[in-house]
């Protein structure tokens, strides 16, 4: 089976295999929710990433968009890591329509002729490894993603592990309940938050933020974590020992990304 077929067909299958999870998450269709699809893409050692780029920005993007799926972000770390990675996050307009729009991408004429390209190249020519891509469903107090303004900045992302599924419960229920409130009195600027059903590290929850440098980072998070409302929010039991990990990646957008 060719490289881009199993991507595609792998996706409509991510769908079904889901399902189970969704009952789980009790899922509201009155607060439109969105279905975030995360994607890593893990860059073969020095290799250009330029025929990934024209693929997403010429081919994909394009494709979703026409589709309904609006402000995919594209980015890559701020840091020189090896391997290098490109992340991208696209948001569906609910859970009930993520399969459906795999599914018409899959048959789309011109999706199909902009990626001929992409899908003519060889192995050893292929700018990445593999593809790790997560499902993560959008917080009730936080059911779409955010667009910042255009302008100088940098994005953090950040992922909480916790140790069971009850943890996880309870520190997303302190996020919708309190600490997003807490997040916007303080001036920190969420993009999205979304919780992992399926992907690696789970139990987890994922979200990002924006700030226009590291310097309004600093200031920002200094704020929040002085703050007499955190200070008493973090003591309550019921958040107790809901957090047991947390993975923090420094991102920029790349030029044709619409976030």
């Known amino acids: 089976m060719k ?3 199993f991507i595609a067909t792998s996706l409509v299958g991510a769908s079904a295999i889901t399902t189970g999870f969704a009952s789980n998450l009790n899922v509201n269709p009155a607060l439109n929710k969105q279905l975030f699809e995360f994607r890593e893409y893990q860059l073969r050692f020095r290799t250009d990433a330029a025929d990934l780029d024209n693929y997403l920005k010429n081919a994909l993007i394009p494709a979703l968009n026409k589709l309904g799926v609006k402000q995919i972000g594209v980015f890559k770390e701020t840091s020189k890591t090896e391997p290098a990675k490109i992340y991208a996050i696209i948001p569906y307009p609910s859970w009930q329509e993520f399969q459906s729009i795999q599914e018409k991408l899959n048959s789309d004429k011109d999706f199909l002729k902009n990626s001929s390209v992409y899908n003519a190249i060889l192995p050893e020519k292929m700018p990445f490894s593999r593809i790790s891509s997560s499902l993560l469903m959008a917080f009730d107090r936080l059911p779409n ?16 592990e916790g140790q069971n599924e009850d943890a996880m419960k309870r520190k997303v229920s302190m996020f919708n309940k309190e600490e997003i409130d807490l997040f916007y009195k303080v001036g920190l600027k969420p993009v999205y938050f979304g919780e992992m059903i399926a992907g690696s590290n789970m139990p987890c929850l994922s979200y990002m933020l924006v700030f226009k440098d590291m310097e309004e980072r600093e200031a920002i998070w200094a704020k929040f974590i002085a703050h007499p409302e955190w200070k008493v929010m973090s003591q309550l039991p019921q958040y107790a020992n809901s957090v047991s990990n947390i993975i923090r990646i420094f991102l920029e957008p790349l030029p044709y990304s619409q976030i």
């Open 145 to 160: 993603i955010i667009a910042p303004e255009s302008g100088s900045r940098i994005f953090e992302l950040r992922t909480y």
């Open 3 to 5: 490289r881009r077929k």
